[in-house]
């Protein structure tokens, strides 16, 4: 696997990666990602019961400059606010994994969208 991560790092005019860690683990995995010069994306992320929230996670992307998406936005078919390995049947979880919104778009959290919206105005001066 190292080998296969050293060419894809080496040839990449980008670098794109997942971490659904803390804040501290994520703000060593880009430190790392940083030695190679390139610009950094991070494409999955925000798995609240992880300690991957956006309280934590946030101010180190816009601290590092790195770009971030995640997967979730709008509860839906794909289900991305049960956490991996739920089975129906089972009870929702507590602290929810991805989304921001219900399927009827009320927000899970009102302080958490005005956290994005803050750390969006901020990255856009």
């Known amino acids: 696997m190292d080998a296969l991560n050293a060419i894809a790092l080496g040839n990449s005019d980008i670098i794109t990666f997942h971490n ?26 925000l798995c609240r019961h992880q300690d991957s929230t956006p309280e ?17 936005l709008v509860n839906g078919k794909s289900q991305t606010h049960l956490h ?29 969208l005005e956290l994005f919206r803050r750390t969006i105005r901020q990255q856009s001066k």
Request: net charge negative.
């Open 20 to 45: 659904y860690h803390n804040a501290g683990k994520l703000a060593a995995g880009i430190e790392s990602l940083k030695t190679h010069g390139r610009p950094i994306i991070n494409t999955e992320w």
């Open 84 to 112: 991996w390995g739920w089975r129906p049947g089972r009870p929702e979880p507590e602290v929810w994994q991805h989304d921001l919104f219900h399927g009827d778009h009320r927000p899970y959290d009102t302080e958490e």
């Open 56 to 72: 934590a996670c946030l101010p180190v992307f816009a601290r590092e400059n790195v770009g971030c998406m995640h997967w979730g």
